[in-house]
């Protein structure tokens, strides 16, 4: 991989086996939501390892004693419409009181430029750690797009996670937001002409929705 590159790939045996079957081809929708829904649930677990803890006094049925929880982290999901919705559930298993905001954007076919289209946050971003979420990262339009709405809106800490990235896509992303760590499963070879992560997986949001 180039050395360049600001990146944490999610290296865990379960990801890459699950991920490995959400690009074959033959894949259906429901098994490529099932795994996408697991695999978001994995990262989950691995963007929150650093999350800090506090201790609290409580009362076991045998003893009293202190406890680790949580230290008060406020959490927002924000995944990029259409195909980051396939990345909600899984980590709202996982952080079930995180609060949900929207990003509608598409990519011009032709231009490869992202194209706003709905935008609805929490009233306190600025408050929350943000975790952006988008299956893939090609040319990083809509991932740089979406990272600098959310800056505009308050937005102060950030973690973009996607699940195939291209290189093209990292770089941009690394240029525009050097403050945004990204998390990914995959750093894929190049895009194609068409602005396709190359093996990638095809179009997420056509194979999510089964609208190919
Ligand atoms: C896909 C994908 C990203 C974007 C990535 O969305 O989910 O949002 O392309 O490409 P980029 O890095 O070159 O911007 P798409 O525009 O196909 O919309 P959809 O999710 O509604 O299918
Ligand atoms: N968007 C997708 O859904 N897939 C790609 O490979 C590139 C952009």
Do not use: W
Request: one cysteine or more.
């Amino acid at each position: 991989m180039d050395d360049e590159l600001k990146v944490h790939v999610v290296n865990h045996p379960l990801v890459q086996h699950k991920l490995t079957m959400m690009r074959l081809k033959e894949t259906n929708p429901k098994d490529f939501r099932d795994l996408l829904a697991e695999i978001s649930m994995l990262m989950g677990y691995e963007i929150t390892r650093d999350f800090p803890l506090q201790e609290i006094e409580i009362e076991t049925p045998v003893a009293r004693c202190r406890a680790k929880v949580i230290a008060g982290k406020k959490v927002g999901l924000i995944p990029i419409l259409r195909a980051g919705l396939g990345m909600l559930e899984g980590l709202l298993d996982l952080i079930p009181i995180a609060r949900v905001g929207h990003i509608g954007l598409y990519r011009d076919p032709k231009t490869l430029k992202p194209v706003e289209y709905y935008c609805k946050l929490p009233t306190d971003v600025s408050e929350r750690t943000l975790i952006v979420v988008d299956p893939m990262l090609a040319t990083g339009g809509s991932a740089a797009a979406a990272l600098t709405m959310l800056k505009e809106h308050g937005a102060r800490n950030m973690i973009l996670m996607c699940l195939v990235s291209a290189p093209e896509g990292i770089r941009v992303v690394n240029r525009e937001h050097p403050d945004v760590p990204i998390y990914t499963a995959a750093v894929d070879d190049h895009l194609n002409d068409s602005g396709y992560i190359v093996p990638g997986l095809g179009d997420a949001g056509d194979r999510i929705f089964g609208t190919l």
